[in-house]
């Protein structure tokens, strides 16, 4: 029984991704989740309320090009701070990440 428990923490640690700190595969965070686009305006203000979402993308590199998008639609100058995506899975929030 015991083996059985270790081969299958194995395979499950083996299906997440570290460079990321997710529970799911790095080709599915990089290139195929949905994701919410959060921007913060003024983020060095740490103003909860400034926090919008301002769209949907699959995958972080797409979330990180809409972010930048958006920052030069309205003036702003992107920060890499000003900007998360959040993982969407089954319609609920799962994880928070930013391209690397």
């Not at 003024?42 to 993308?57: C, F, L, T, W």
């Not at 993982?87 to 609920?92: A, I, R, S, T």
Request: charge should be negative; proline fraction near 1%.
């Amino acid at each position: 029984m015991k083996r059985f428990s270790l081969a299958v923490m194995l395979f499950l640690s083996a299906c997440g991704c570290d460079k990321y700190a997710s529970d799911y595969p790095c080709s599915y965070v990089e290139n195929k989740a949905d994701y919410e686009v959060w921007y913060w305006k003024n983020v060095e203000n740490d103003d909860e309320s400034d926090n919008k979402m301002i769209g949907h993308a699959t995958g972080v590199r797409q979330c990180e090009d809409n972010a930048r998008a958006y920052a030069a639609s309205i003036g702003d100058d992107f920060n890499d701070r000003a900007y998360i995506c959040v993982l969407m899975k089954d319609g609920e929030r799962k994880e928070k990440h930013r391209a690397l």
